[in-house]
């Protein structure tokens, strides 16, 4: 790419420094760290992506399959399967939903391996029909617990959330609950809520998460594991947010917005509408600021996000033109 092609910013901001807490172990040469969870569950992060897979008797089950973790994740399989004796062969592949982030690399483990996902999961794959990321064969609707090699892991699909087909994949045996993209453990939420297409099923999924047993979290994002303590701090922080949201909207008048702007009605509700999540967003940031990583930083999108579920789905502040 020829130099004149590549834009350079003028100016980069500069961020509230990260919590040591935030931050996961470090990662070997090939850019990948790979530690046991419990017995025989383990998982992979590149620092920002993460895996996970189960040794078993008959071969491995991978969960998930980052495309930025990629060939990394046989390599880790290669070698917690050296360390310990057992089978390096990925024999199962199980879907948390369908988005090419945490799914596109799963071509890479070939046409046997049994893929595994909720229904809503593979019509999405057939529609969009990306050839690294083949559809699961085998479906379930609501719950399905497979028992592979000895090991049980619970699937489960309750309701909507950051997608219409993300599940929870529970491992009792090993007291673990993977749960992808609802708390970024140690972090603050990406962009509208981790890029959440259902707001109040997002909300709603940390106490659901709760309810089931478990003392680590695969969250899916970012460097280290979860907590039951990192899931109840994004409910506080979530929920911190809405409270402001409703706070702050019966306050901003919209009315100059509109006298400015006149026939640009864009621009008016534009103006209206950053000044209410920036001025709910505030006291948000100021009280996570050093306890989130990152709230200075995408505080203001979530609010935003949230913001228009509580006007939208929830009717907060409608009215009724006389």
Partial sequence: MSSTNVRTPSALPDYAPIPQSALGPALNEQGYYVGRVERNLYWITDGVYQSA????????????APPTIGRNIQRAVDQIAAENGVSNK??????????????GASSLFGKNVVRIGHEETRRLLIRDNDPA???????????????????RIELAWQGSNHSPDNIYIHLPDHDALMLIDIVNAGWAPVYICNLTEDVQGY???????LAYPWKHFIGG?????????????????????DASVRKTLPTIDPTPYFQKYGENVWAAVKGYL????????????????GVLAAADVFTASTTFWVME?????????SQVHP
Wanted: hydrophobic share 40%.
């Fill in 53 to 64: 897979f189960v040794t078993t008797r008959d071969g491995v089950v991978l969960l998930d």
């Fill in 90 to 103: 990925v024999t199962h592949l199980v879907y948390s939903h369908h988005h090419a982030d945490h799914a």
């Fill in 133 to 151: 990321r083949p559809a699961p064969e085998e479906i379930f609707q609501d719950r399905r617990t497979l028992n592979i090699g000895g090991n």
């Fill in 203 to 209: 909300m709603g999924a940390p106490a659901k998460a």
């Fill in 221 to 241: 994002h970012l460097g280290r594991l979860g907590t039951r303590d990192d899931v109840t701090l994004h409910q506080r922080y979530m929920a911190d947010i």
């Fill in 274 to 289: 950053d000044e209410c999540s920036d001025a709910a967003a505030a006291p948000v940031i100021e009280k996570y600021t």
């Fill in 309 to 317: 579920s509580v006007r939208l789905d929830l009717g907060f502040g």
